[in-house]
Every structure is written in structure tokens, then in C-alpha cells.
């Protein structure tokens, strides 16, 4: 009787405690149905054109585009001038003409022209389009293969003013210019690389060979012959080691990387002898028939073994070339400027690629290995004398941009950040600073165009307008002397612009992340010429879509201004709790915050949806566009220098907004944010609950030394002897790794040649021999980014979020979003 009530009262006890303890909760699903509706497959059936891309005419400022929208495409001309922008043709009475010559039907709003371009009277326009009609391919080389059809295209011709269509038969479509073809300005000749040396044709037998590669009566002319793998003359310096029959590919045409001057008489390269650089490998597992090894160059950052380089300058006409006297620093890098392509040759046939100059100058660049040091040169190629026009001198790295050159060389606009903000400077011919054009707190970009009648130098800047987020970009003018600074294209927008050669036009693409695009025509002076268009968001917003929120808040230091964009499920119930995910990238060649509309969502809208509120956010040393002191706040700590600022923003947020749960943070990013996700979980523990690294350079030991040195920093020695050499040392996320408290998922692709897989692989041993549970997903035959398997990657990052952050483990072995989206027609894919 004892015993019986003893085990009742136990039983009672049990009863009551369990009653007492708070009830479990429903687990929370992550909306997997709701992150399927925006794949990018889908998205492109949502969202069309977004901005104007102008095509500027030859003879007059007038520009063509064609405009996308949910329910047509159009096809238009401006005219600024007049003030008049109308459509190009009427796209019913086209389609009908089409269909009446081609015998297959098309309408108004299925018009599928390609290859658009205008006659030179610009009186008539040119175009293409397949139809369904089979026919030989005219270059085809066995009459029984498989593949020795294609489908008839036909050609025609429209009258603008007329409105007449006719089919030009028997139209023979120039060829697109083969890659290795490098065309003389005057197309007297073309320059190429074989067998590591240059080759040069004449006009006769380059028409051959684009008629047909492999014609034996094509006649080349060597013109260097001391070429060999690993110091070649172009491309071709060994990147064809792992062929199975080399001899046969390196006798293939390749690009020869030169310049030509403006008359067809030089032309100059930069050629590299890397003999001596180490090799790196990656293996393809996966392909046929057997697996293969993948052998390649690569210099890491502190090894002695650098690539050298040197420039040569050829006289076409003799046949003769010479080696320029340019060395001043040891390892040095060099790069010869390319002139500026016009904007009204765009759909020209060939563009060639013309150097930064005149017919007896041209313009370089050569910087130290530490790259606190730049030299802006030209080179005089009557007397092969190097020139110092500027010099760059920092205790972190120089940036350097595209110099302008004024009145034949006579004046030269330099950008430089030697005060510590992007700004421009105007030299005279002897190396003499004239004066500063521009000053102040804000960045200047790019030169857009150089008005030398009027002496105004057009440009793009970003962090002058006052309320205005940092980032937005904006189009200005100023004169020469420093005067007369003028917006041109205002509004609290990020701005893209488009400027005729003129220049007196332009056309302006501006939005934010939570406007639709729009664009306006303006000219030189500001003054609004028209509306042009805005993008048709109409079928995104029904499918749920919801702009995202633009924030700011401070830096670890409290008082650095950060600029962020947060991202919400379109089905956002403020009363829920919702984790957060920071999607990352710590620069410091760019930050990964969105400053404009952007319809592709893989990694920030497309990942909320699930169930997260999900943030971008910069930090100290992420981003050129604001001052040098923000740029290289991270030189000397590339590991870590990011990372309290993200953790800070986080903890911010989470005070602002009380329906993020800052006891459930994620973060994930790719290549250098798969290195700060990897980091974060090691230096933050406690903090990051789980991360999704993808592609990570975890150890910078292993990564190319230009990004790496320039980043971090490499220290140049130079004994009593005069012997220099450099001394690198990083921080690593291996050394770190026991650190892991939370989930952590790693990825590579097994090919990557840019961050080769040691990195993760690396991190992966750091983590076994800590004793440490993870988890490891391999990209077979994928490189840095993930081609044809980046969706497959989406839905294993969102299964990992959902289950480490939502608790959500109910997925089942089968994708089921990815199967849904294939036709069971039984067709192969």
C-alpha cells in the first residue's frame, strides 16, 4: 500500500511540473512557396527593361533605343534638338510585312528583331530575324552531321520615311571580328598570337579567315620569333598546358594585347615572362572521360617568383620592335592606357583598340609592388624617352584611374585621393600640377567627357549632395580652373548617365532601391529635355513584391555613418520575431549594398521570404566612394576590420525594430563575404548563430598577391646591399577555427581558379583536428561563381537558414521548388 501511493504521488508530481512548463511552440515553417515565386527564371518574366541605353547617331545628336515593358517592345528615336522622341516603326504594320516575306506569323508584341543598326545616311535601318525555316549552313564542313542545319535568317532593310520593308536577298552579314583579330585603326592589317609569338596578316587574307578559320591559303607573317610558354608575346602563354593535344591548340589565332596608334604605324604590348611563377592545380572530377588536372599560374602574395614586365614598342612599317627602358621599381606592374571609345561608334563593325596619346605618344602607368607608389608616364616614340607626368606617393596603396588628355597631349587630367578624397588635377605637358579642379568632401568617379573648346571637364561623383546617401552617384561639369562646378542631374537618386560626344546630351538613369527606374533626357547645362521612360514593375507588385527599407546607422566607433538596406518577407507581420541574416561583403574594392532597384534577389530578397529579415550594411574599409581614410581603414587586418561593424548594425537594428530576435543571427556572403561570414563565426561566437560561407579566400596566403598584398600590405625591404625583397603576413581564419560554437556550412566549386578550394580546404582540417561539427557542400565542375548550379546552391542555403535559424527540418530529400519548374515531357534538359 506503501509502494502504490508513493509511485501515484510521483505520477502527480510529474503531472504538475509538466503542466507548469511553458507550453511548446509551434514550429515556425519556412515559406519555401513564397521564395519560389522570384527566381531569377522568373523574375525575367516580370521584370523587363529597367534603364535607356542610348545609341548615339554619327551625323546629327540624335539616338535610338528599344524599351521593354509587360506588354510590348518598343523600338524609338529622339531627336534632342527638336525636342521629339517617337517610335521607330509601327509595330503592327511591320509584323505584317514580316509575315507576308518570312511565311511565318508575328504580331505587334512578339517581334523578334536582333541585330539593329542604322545605314549611314541614317535615312534607313538594317535588321535580322530567324524563322522556322531549315536550310544548310552555308560554312558547314560534313554534309552529314547532325548539326549542318540552322534556322534561314532573314534580312531586311525599313526606310524611315517611307515606311517601306524589303528583304535584302542574297545579303552577305558581315562576321562578327574574331576574337584574336587585333585591326589596325586604318584595317590595313591585323595583328594576333600563335605559338607564343605575333603574326600579322593583310586586309585579303584576313577575309579569308574569317570566312573560314581553318583555310590553308591564308598566309601569316611572323613578325617575333623568340617567344616561348610562360614569356610569350600575347595570350597564349601557357594557358593551353592542360589540352590533350597542345602542339595542335597552340597553333590556334589568339588576342596579342596591343595597342595601336591612331595611324596604323606602331602599336605597343605589355608582355610578361612568368616562367619562374609557381604553379597551383585544381582537379575536374567530373570530366569525361576521366578527370583531369588542371595546372595554372599563380602568384601568392610574398613569393619572390613575381611575373616581370616589360614594353615593347613595334614599327609596324619595318617590321622591327624594341624593348622601353621603364624599370624604376622591382616587380614592378605596367599598363598602357586605352583612348576612350566614342559613343556614336558603338555598333560600329570593329572598334580598334587604340592607345591613350597621339601618333607619337603614348600614356602608361607603372606602380611599385607595395603600390604606395604610381607613376603616370607617357612615352615618345621618336626618341623612346619615359616621361613622368605625375607621381603618387601613399603610406597605404595609390588608387589610380584613366588620365585625360587635353589638346594632343599638351595638358593631361589626373585623378588622384593624395588629399584624401577622389579629385582631379590638371597638368601641363612637363610634369607640372597647373592646378586643382576639384575640392572638397566627396569622391569623384570617372571622366565622362572633355569639352576642350570650352575647356569643362564633365564627371561623376558621389557624397556632395547634402541629405543624400553617399553612395548615389551624380553627373557634374566644372571648368578647367576650378570653377563653375554645376550638378547636372539632380534629385535623391542614384544616377547612371550617358553623354553624347558632343557633349551636349545626356541621357540619365536614376532609382533607388525602393523606387521603379526611371529615365529623363537632359542637356549640358541641367536643363530637363524630356521624360524617356519609367520600368513597368506592374507583374513583380502582383506577384507580392515589396521594395525593400534603406537605413543608416553608426559604426562600432559611434560615429561613423553606415548605410544599409534591410530586406522583409513581403508577408511581414510586425508582431512576429523574425531572426536576421546579414548578407556581406567586407570590400575593400566595393561594398555589397544596393544603392539602386535591382531586380536580381538570389542573395538578400529571395532569401527574407523564407521567414528573416535579412540586411546589408557597410563597414569602415569597404568602400572606394567615400574618403581614403574610409577605403584603407581596413589595410594591415583584412580578417577582422569589418566585423564590429556588423555586428554593431545588428545590435542597432535589433534596438530600433523589435521584431528582429537578435538571439538568432545568421550570415552569409561569397568569396571575400564567405570569408567574413567564416570569420565572424570565429571571432563572435556567441553572437553568430549560423553562417553560410561560400567561395571563401579563408586564407589569403593561398590568394592572388594582387588583391592580397594591395589590401593588407606587403613590406618592401631593401638591405645595405640594395637587394629588395617583401615580407607578408596575415591574419587567417584557419588559426581561429577552434572558436565555432555555432552551424557553419562551407562550399566551393572543386575548379575554382580564383579562390582555389585549398582555402576552404584549409579551414575544413583547422576545424576536424578542434573537434568541431560542420558541414561541406562541393560544386562539382564549377568555378568561382556556380553557373548552372547557382539555384541548386540557393535552396541548400535556404534549408540551412531555415533549419539552424526557424528550427524548420521538414524538407524532404527532394527539391521540391526546382522539380516543380521541370517539364516531364520527357525531352532531355
Not at 594585347?257 to 612568368?274: H, L, N, Q, T
Not at 521612360?533 to 507580392?544: I, K, P, R, Y
Amino acid at each position: 500500500m506503501k509502494i502504490f501511493y508513493v509511485f501515484v504521488l510521483s505520477v502527480f508530481v510529474g503531472m504538475q511540473a509538466r503542466s507548469q512548463a511553458p507550453a511548446a511552440s509551434a514550429p515556425v515553417r519556412g515559406n519555401y512557396q513564397l521564395a519560389s515565386k522570384f527566381s531569377a527564371d522568373k523574375i525575367k518574366k516580370m521584370v523587363f527593361s529597367q534603364s535607356v541605353d542610348p545609341h548615339w547617331l554619327k551625323l546629327s545628336n540624335r539616338f535610338w533605343y528599344v524599351y521593354e515593358t509587360s506588354e510590348i517592345k518598343n523600338w524609338y528615336i529622339v531627336d534632342p534638338a527638336l525636342h521629339l522622341k517617337k517610335k521607330m516603326f509601327d509595330n503592327d504594320k511591320l509584323a505584317a510585312a514580316i509575315t507576308v516575306i518570312v511565311k511565318d506569323p508575328f504580331d505587334a508584341q512578339h517581334l523578334p528583331i536582333e541585330n539593329l543598326k542604322f545605314t549611314k545616311d541614317e535615312k534607313s535601318i538594317q535588321f535580322d530575324l530567324k524563322s522556322t525555316i531549315d536550310q544548310v549552313k552555308k560554312d558547314r564542313k560534313d554534309k552529314k552531321a547532325a548539326d549542318s542545319l540552322e534556322k534561314k535568317t532573314f534580312y531586311f532593310t525599313y526606310n524611315l520615311q517611307t515606311g517601306n520593308l524589303a528583304e535584302l536577298k542574297d545579303f552577305n552579314k558581315v562576321k562578327p571580328k574574331p576574337v584574336w583579330a587585333s585591326i589596325a585603326p586604318d584595317s590595313s592589317a591585323v595583328i594576333f598570337s600563335k605559338n607564343f609569338n605575333l603574326y600579322w596578316m593583310d586586309k585579303e587574307n584576313y577575309k579569308k579567315a574569317v570566312k573560314d578559320e581553318n583555310d590553308s591559303t591564308v598566309v601569316d607573317h611572323q613578325l617575333t620569333k623568340d617567344g616561348v610558354e610562360f614569356y610569350a608575346y600575347g595570350s597564349g602563354r601557357g594557358d593551353d598546358e592542360n589540352t590533350m593535344d597542345k602542339a595542335k591548340s597552340m597553333k590556334k589565332r589568339r588576342p596579342a594585347g596591343i595597342v595601336w596608334s591612331p595611324d596604323s604605324k606602331y602599336f605597343a604590348m605589355e608582355r610578361v615572362d612568368e616562367r619562374k611563377v609557381k604553379d597551383l592545380w585544381v582537379i575536374n572530377s567530373v570530366a569525361d572521360p576521366r578527370p583531369t588536372l588542371e595546372t595554372y599560374k599563380y602568384h601568392l602574395p610574398g613569393e619572390k617568383e613575381a611575373p616581370l614586365n616589360e614594353m615593347l614598342l613595334f614599327d609596324f612599317g619595318a617590321k622591327t620592335h624594341k624593348k622601353l627602358n621603364t624599370a624604376l621599381f622591382k616587380d614592378e606592374d605596367l599598363g598602357i592606357w586605352r583612348a576612350p571609345q566614342l559613343a556614336k561608334n558603338r555598333d560600329d563593325e570593329f572598334n580598334p583598340t587604340v592607345w591613350l596619346g597621339t601618333n607619337t605618344k603614348f600614356y602608361f602607368y607603372r606602380t611599385s609592388r607595395d603600390l604606395k607608389r604610381i607613376d603616370v608616364c607617357s612615352v615618345d616614340i621618336n626618341t623612346d624617352k619615359v616621361n613622368i607626368q605625375a607621381q603618387e606617393r601613399l603610406n597605404t596603396y595609390v588608387e589610380i584611374a584613366t588620365p585625360g588628355i587635353v589638346n594632343g597631349g599638351k595638358e593631361l587630367i589626373e585623378w588622384s585621393e593624395r588629399d584624401g578624397w577622389a579629385h582631379f588635377y590638371l597638368y601641363d605637358d612637363a610634369g607640372n600640377m597647373k592646378n586643382q579642379i576639384t575640392s572638397g568632401p566627396f569622391h569623384c568617379d570617372d571622366i565622362v567627357r572633355i569639352d576642350e573648346k570650352s575647356r569643362v571637364l564633365y564627371f561623376t561623383a558621389s557624397g556632395r549632395e547634402p541629405g543624400e546617401n553617399p553612395y548615389y552617384v551624380h553627373l557634374y561639369r566644372i571648368n578647367f580652373d576650378g570653377s563653375g562646378l554645376k550638378l547636372l542631374d539632380p534629385g535623391n537618386f542614384n544616377h547612371g548617365s550617358s553623354m553624347n560626344d558632343a557633349p551636349n546630351y545626356f541621357v540619365d538613369n536614376f532609382s533607388r532601391v525602393n523606387t521603379a527606374p526611371k529615365s529623363v533626357l537632359y542637356d549640358n547645362s541641367g536643363r530637363k529635355i524630356m521624360d524617356l521612360e519609367s520600368a513597368d514593375l506592374s507583374n513583380l507588385m502582383a506577384a507580392g513584391y515589396k521594395f525593400p527599407e534603406p537605413f543608416k546607422v553608426k559604426a562600432d566607433d559611434g560615429r561613423t555613418d553606415l548605410y544599409g538596406v534591410m530586406y522583409k518577407p513581403y508577408d511581414f507581420d510586425p508582431n512576429k520575431k523574425y531572426p536576421i541574416i546579414e548578407y556581406v561583403y567586407p570590400g575593400p574594392q566595393t561594398e555589397a549594398v544596393n544603392a539602386s532597384f535591382t531586380s536580381s534577389m538570389n542573395y538578400v530578397d529571395r532569401l527574407a521570404q523564407l521567414g528573416f529579415i535579412v540586411v546589408s550594411v557597410g563597414n569602415r574599409g569597404g568602400s572606394p566612394e567615400r574618403s581614403k581614410w574610409y577605403h584603407n581603414y581596413g589595410y594591415g587586418n583584412l580578417r577582422d576590420y569589418g566585423l564590429a561593424d556588423k555586428k554593431a548594425a545588428v545590435e542597432q537594428l535589433a534596438n530600433r525594430y523589435p521584431f528582429i530576435d537578435i538571439n538568432k543571427v545568421g550570415i552569409t556572403g561569397h568569396s571575400g563575404g564567405g570569408f567574413m561570414s567564416c570569420a565572424a563565426m570565429f571571432v563572435y561566437p556567441d553572437f553568430f548563430k549560423v553562417a553560410v560561407s561560400e567561395s571563401g579566400n579563408h586564407d589569403n596566403s593561398v590568394y592572388n598577391r594582387w588583391w592580397s598584398e594591395k589590401h593588407n600590405g606587403v613590406k618592401e625591404v631593401v638591405t645595405a646591399k640594395g637587394d629588395t625583397t617583401f615580407q607578408y603576413t596575415i591574419d587567417k581564419n584557419p588559426d581561429i577555427a577552434k572558436n565555432l560554437k555555432g552551424n557553419l556550412m562551407l562550399s566551393t566549386g572543386d575548379i575554382d581558379n580564383n579562390v582555389n578550394p585549398a582555402n576552404s580546404i584549409r579551414v575544413i582540417n583547422a576545424l576536424i583536428k578542434a573537434n568541431k561539427r560542420f558541414d561541406y557542400v562541393l560544386l562539382p565542375g564549377q568555378r568561382h561563381a556556380y553557373g548552372d548550379m547557382t539555384e541548386y546552391f540557393f535552396w541548400r542555403k535556404a534549408d540551412y537558414f531555415v533549419q539552424h535559424l526557424l528550427g524548420d527540418y521538414s524538407q524532404p530529400v527532394d527539391i521540391l521548388e526546382m522539380d516543380r519548374e521541370i517539364e516531364m515531357n520527357g525531352k532531355r534538359k
